[in-house]
């Protein structure tokens, strides 16, 4: 990703591999300079915290996470060697335990991640300008897959407060005309974890704020032999899961939801429309609008970008980036973070039925477009893309213009989208994962 051609400059002039990579290093870092100074201006204007104030506390403070910091660190590890990985870990844990001492002596929260964000900066720049050949290509391309991850969540946070300034009104009733016609999920799995106690509740809401770790889990068995080899894959799990975070909260200023703890439930406050979710579903208003809401709750429901990353990790959990078979406790792995991620989305009352079909539509379309680029666009790809594009602005055009049909018609509006649903799985099943039969070998004449 950040390694150029060493042919090239004017006349047949050649330009070194440490020129090169520092060019393209260079031009990287200012453009995401340019674009967190413009986020900080944003959120400074309308007082949330922004993406520099953020790194500065990773740096010099109280880290917000413990898990994207590691995670970004865990992915960077994969571009070193043995030697040099323990070094990179062990330095970011001791960095982290001598700031904890003094935040603990200044009576400060227990908190990690100051260390990995500073090892993750040496590593860079250490690569880039000193180390060469293979060392260098793989430490910076596997550093700046850690920066990326962490940058992201900084982005993904003022994101969410720009929701709030371009959403004042809220479009979920509307969307819940539709979870009526999908079975009410959101309710029935709030009802269940109530019922299952607060065991249950722990494991998953743990999976569902530690996503980024089952990211990082994949994609370092999908990298495991760049180090060995020197080759990097055309696509892994991480250019995935960037493309939907990049493309997905796009969606969060189209159409502002907050989901069912809030606008149903007593999370909402004032604004609530009543006190209903998790036990009692609300009556049925077959003239929804807009509600206006609270100037702190994000609009970042619709799509649920958890089930879009969630089902991203199923899918890379399946096989390697050479189509060989993953290991059987991969392959379960990602199964239970997939079924946990939804069951915690609708039980915990963030998303509603119709948001995880529209996030997982998503994933699908994007995962299409990106899958095996050896193939190039070929009618099969072309077909998948186009299907899943107009199959997700499909979903929410009728969700947002005719969700009175889903009221007045609930069951078969409920298994039109269901069915569709099936149909494109099925499609991108048979597309990238069916195991199509050899063809058969002519028979040839009989010799006379």
């Given at each position: 990703?950040?390694?150029?051609d060493?042919?090239s400059?004017?006349?047949?002039?050649?330009?070194?591999?440490?020129?090169?990579?520092r060019?393209?290093?260079?031009?990287?870092?200012?453009?995401g300079?340019?674009?967190?100074?413009?986020?900080q201006?944003?959120?400074?204007?309308?007082?949330?915290?922004?993406?520099?104030?953020?790194?500065?506390?990773?740096?010099?403070?109280?880290?917000?996470s413990?898990?994207?910091?590691?995670?970004?660190?865990?992915?960077?590890?994969?571009g070193?060697?043995?030697?040099r990985?323990?070094l990179?870990?062990?330095?970011?844990?001791?960095?982290?335990?001598?700031?904890?001492?003094f935040?603990?002596?200044?009576?400060?929260?227990?908190?990690?991640?100051n260390g990995?964000?500073?090892v993750?900066t040496?590593?860079?720049?250490?690569?880039?300008?000193?180390?060469d050949?293979?060392?260098?290509?793989?430490?910076?391309?596997?550093a700046?897959?850690?920066?990326?991850?962490?940058?992201?969540?900084k982005?993904a946070?003022v994101?969410?407060?720009i929701?709030?300034?371009?959403?004042?009104?809220v479009?979920?009733?509307h969307i819940?005309?539709?979870?009526?016609?999908l079975?009410?999920?959101?309710w029935?799995?709030?009802?269940?974890?109530?019922?299952?106690?607060?065991?249950p509740?722990?494991v998953?809401?743990w999976?569902?704020i530690?996503?980024?770790m089952?990211?990082?889990?994949v994609?370092?068995w999908?990298?495991?032999?760049?180090?060995?080899?020197?080759?990097?894959?055309?696509?892994?799990?991480?250019?995935?899961?960037?493309t939907?975070?990049?493309?997905?909260?796009?969606f969060?200023?189209?159409?502002?939801?907050?989901?069912?703890m809030?606008?149903?439930?007593h999370?909402?406050?004032?604004?609530?429309?009543g006190?209903?979710?998790?036990?009692v579903?609300?009556?049925v208003?077959?003239?929804?609008?807009?509600?206006?809401?609270?100037h702190?709750?994000?609009?970042?429901?619709?799509?649920?970008l958890?089930?879009?990353?969630?089902?991203?990790?199923?899918?890379?959990?399946?096989?390697d980036?050479?189509?060989?078979?993953?290991?059987r406790?991969?392959?379960?792995?990602g199964?239970?973070?997939?079924?946990?991620?939804?069951s915690?989305?609708?039980?915990?009352?963030?998303?509603?039925?119709?948001?995880?079909?529209?996030?997982?539509?998503?994933?699908?379309?994007?995962e299409?477009?990106?899958?095996?680029p050896?193939?190039g666009?070929?009618?099969?790809?072309?077909?998948?893309?186009?299907?899943g594009?107009?199959?997700?602005?499909?979903?929410?055009?009728?969700?947002?213009?005719?969700?009175?049909?889903?009221?007045?018609?609930?069951?078969?509006?409920?298994?039109i989208?269901?069915?569709?649903?099936a149909?494109?799985?099925?499609a991108?099943?048979r597309?990238?994962?069916a195991?199509?039969?050899?063809p058969?070998?002519p028979?040839?004449?009989a010799?006379?």
């Amino acid at each position: 990703m950040l390694l150029d051609d060493p042919r090239s400059g004017v006349g047949g002039a050649r330009r070194s591999p440490r020129s090169s990579t520092r060019v393209r290093t260079t031009a990287v870092l200012s453009a995401g300079a340019v674009v967190l100074i413009a986020l900080q201006i944003v959120a400074a204007r309308h007082h949330f915290t922004g993406p520099l104030e953020s790194l500065w506390a990773d740096y010099t403070g109280t880290p917000k996470s413990f898990t994207v910091p590691w995670a970004g660190l865990g992915l960077a590890l994969i571009g070193l060697s043995w030697r040099r990985r323990f070094l990179a870990a062990g330095a970011a844990l001791g960095i982290d335990l001598i700031y904890q001492a003094f935040r603990s002596l200044d009576g400060g929260p227990l908190a990690m991640g100051n260390g990995p964000v500073i090892v993750l900066t040496g590593l860079i720049v250490l690569a880039a300008w000193k180390w060469d050949g293979k060392d260098r290509g793989n430490a910076v391309h596997a550093a700046a897959l850690g920066i990326l991850l962490v940058l992201s969540s900084k982005i993904a946070d003022v994101w969410l407060g720009i929701t709030v300034l371009a959403g004042p009104k809220v479009l979920d009733q509307h969307i819940v005309l539709v979870d009526h016609a999908l079975g009410d999920p959101s309710w029935m799995m709030g009802q269940l974890l109530a019922w299952l106690g607060s065991a249950p509740s722990a494991v998953l809401h743990w999976v569902y704020i530690e996503l980024p770790m089952g990211a990082m889990i994949v994609t370092i068995w999908q990298l495991r032999n760049v180090v060995k080899t020197g080759e990097w894959p055309r696509h892994y799990l991480v250019r995935t899961f960037l493309t939907i975070g990049l493309i997905g909260p796009i969606f969060y200023i189209v159409f502002p939801v907050v989901g069912p703890m809030f606008a149903f439930g007593h999370d909402g406050g004032a604004f609530s429309l009543g006190d209903y979710w998790p036990n009692v579903v609300p009556p049925v208003n077959p003239n929804p609008g807009a509600l206006p809401f609270d100037h702190y709750t994000p609009r970042n429901c619709m799509p649920s970008l958890h089930t879009a990353w969630a089902l991203s990790i199923f899918i890379h959990s399946r096989r390697d980036t050479e189509g060989n078979p993953a290991p059987r406790w991969l392959r379960w792995g990602g199964a239970f973070w997939l079924l946990a991620t939804l069951s915690a989305t609708l039980g915990f009352g963030y998303h509603y039925g119709a948001d995880l079909v529209a996030g997982a539509v998503l994933c699908l379309t994007i995962e299409s477009a990106l899958r095996a680029p050896e193939r190039g666009w070929d009618p099969a790809r072309i077909r998948l893309v186009g299907a899943g594009a107009v199959l997700f602005g499909a979903l929410l055009l009728s969700y947002r213009y005719v969700s009175d049909f889903y009221a007045a018609h609930p069951l078969p509006a409920g298994f039109i989208v269901l069915g569709l649903l099936a149909a494109f799985v099925t499609a991108f099943y048979r597309t990238w994962f069916a195991q199509l039969p050899a063809p058969a070998t002519p028979e040839l004449p009989a010799r006379v």
